[in-house]
Nanobody
Framework: QVQLVESGGGLVQAGGSLRLSCAAS????????MGWFRQAPGKEREFVAA????????DYADSVKGRFTISRDNDKNTANLQMNSLKPEDTAVYYC????????????????WGQGTQVTVSS
């Protein structure tokens, strides 16, 4: 059974950092590109970052470029999102997802999703 489990969310002050992790099980994660999305209350789920199967290519939303870094460890079946210089507008539930398509930015391109982890940034 394919499963993605996020961890690492929490409450942080503006300007602080958090590192999210996504653990994959039930399949070989190197077969899939990985992405991170987020959803704030009352808003649609939006793309944050994506990384290719090998980890050699990354893509970021303009709103997080230069502050967030996506990475993966295929030996450990994990994907991570390092978030620095956090802002109150980064507050959302963050989801990791897996896609057959590299550099996918839309939710419908992702076949598997985690349950989400809450990130709250206080001002």
């Amino acid at each position: 059974q394919v499963q993605l489990v996020e961890s690492g969310g929490g409450l942080v002050q503006a300007g602080g950092s958090l590192r999210l992790s996504c653990a994959a099980s039930g399949w070989t994660s190197s077969m899939y590109a990985m992405g991170w999305f987020r959803q704030a209350p009352g808003k649609e789920r939006e793309f944050v970052a994506a990384i290719s199967r090998s980890g050699g290519s990354t893509d970021y939303a303009d709103s997080v470029k230069g502050r967030f870094t996506i990475s993966r460890d295929n030996d450990k079946n994990t994907a991570n999102l390092q978030m620095n210089s956090l802002k109150p507008e980064d507050t959302a539930v963050y989801y990791c997802a897996a896609s057959r398509t590299s550099s996918a930015r839309t939710t419908w391109e992702y076949a598997f999703w985690g349950q989400g982890t809450q990130v709250t940034v206080s001002s």
